[in-house]
């Protein structure tokens, strides 16, 4: 399965907001706490938006191959 630049990038965010979050909670201090965490979010909000949607056509495709196979009894 391949991926993108993108999703790389977004990776790569979400690895260090999740290691400087709680590095800075315990650690490091509430500043580089609040920046870990809202990189956390960055990269979580930069998946949620290359995310591929679902498209209606594709959803009635599926829905067509489902009723065909439950009348046909096809498996």
Same mark, same amino acid.
């Given at each position: 399965m391949g991926s993108t630049s993108a999703q #790389?990038?977004? @990776?790569f965010m979400f690895i260090v907001g999740f290691t400087l979050g709680p590095a800075g909670l315990f650690a490091l201090g509430w500043p580089i706490a609040l920046i870990g965490f809202a990189i956390l979010v960055a990269g979580l909000v930069g998946f949620r938006s290359i995310k591929d949607p679902?498209?209606?056509?594709? @959803? #009635?495709v599926e829905s067509k191959r489902a009723t065909a196979m439950a009348r046909t009894g096809a498996h």
């Open positions: #790389g990038w977004y @990776l679902a498209t209606q056509d594709s @959803l #009635g």
